[in-house]
């Protein structure tokens, strides 16, 4: 398949379906797959968040080692080019995790694999999937309290974040979008195409991986290297994120 016939937004699916596993034996997925995710401080919603990682994926799953992944997108060999000839933004989102993805529509897109940092992963389109050209190296990972409102600000906010049921909870077509807006402090109704145990386990997910963001947000708010500012805007995400969990509980 050529880079044509592949779109940001089927790259993205695939790469959904790669990391976002699901288990009868879990209640959540194996990692927590989030896109165009800020982590520069500003507020998504405002348009003035610059950097940006095209995707991110946190472990769920204690197999996992709740390793945190972060992917950049292309479709085209232009807009490859540029990045690799530009790697200043890049740099900054490769600190903040733990293993970093360059994700291709097409292997063709590279001339050779030396074209990539050495400690970047290379997924290719391959049939429905993505296959790894190159896994990457482990690097030593520093999420700051920025970050981690970025990711939270995302998995409020956006549609795209998405969990995936499928065969092995029982349904043949239940996929929900979770949505939610910390401005206003209440989550949206969870939106399944079926029946009403569907809407039960996807809303037990998200009450699951909005605990775990809890627990991370209070966690830097209590340290000692964080400074006030910041630590207010992890105590008031924190609060948002409490408010969601116990809408949530309510509809249950």
């Known amino acids: 398949m050529t880079s044509a016939h592949v779109t940001t937004q089927q790259l993205r699916i695939r790469l959904r379906n790669r990391f976002a596993k699901v ?14 995710v800020p982590f520069d401080g500003r507020e998504r919603n405002t348009r003035t968040s610059r950097q940006r990682m095209d995707a991110v994926a946190v472990g769920m799953w204690a197999s996992t080692g709740h390793a945190v992944h972060g992917f950049e997108l292309k479709s085209s060999r232009a807009d490859l080019r540029k990045e690799l000839v530009d790697l200043s933004k ?13 994700v291709l529509a097409s292997k063709d897109l590279l ?15 391959s049939g429905q999937g993505l296959r790894a050209l190159r896994r990457p190296t482990r690097l030593p990972g520093g999420a700051d309290a920025r970050f981690v409102a970025g990711l939270v600000q995302t998995a409020l906010r956006e549609p795209s974040y998405r969990l995936r049921i499928g065969e092995t909870r029982g349904f043949t077509r239940a996929e929900n979008i979770y949505r939610a807006q910390v401005h206003d402090l209440h ?25 775990t963001v809890a627990t991370d947000l209070h966690t830097l708010s209590t340290r000692s290297d964080v400074d006030p500012g910041m630590r207010t805007t992890c105590d008031h995400a ?6 969601t969990i116990n809408s949530l509980r309510d509809t249950l």
Request: glycine share 2%.
């Open 90 to 102: 890049s740099s900054a989102a490769v600190a903040l995790v733990d293993y970093f993805w360059l």
């Open 238 to 243: 924190y609060t948002n994120v409490l408010k």
């Open 23 to 36: 288990s009868s034996a879990v209640p959540v997925p194996q990692y927590a797959v989030l896109f165009e």
């Open 111 to 125: 001339k050779d694999i030396s074209e990539v940092p050495p400690l970047w992963g290379v997924l290719v389109v």
């Open 187 to 211: 989550a949206n109704r969870l939106v399944l195409q079926q029946d009403a145990a569907a809407r039960r386990q996807v809303t037990l997910v998200s009450v699951s991986v909005l605990a």
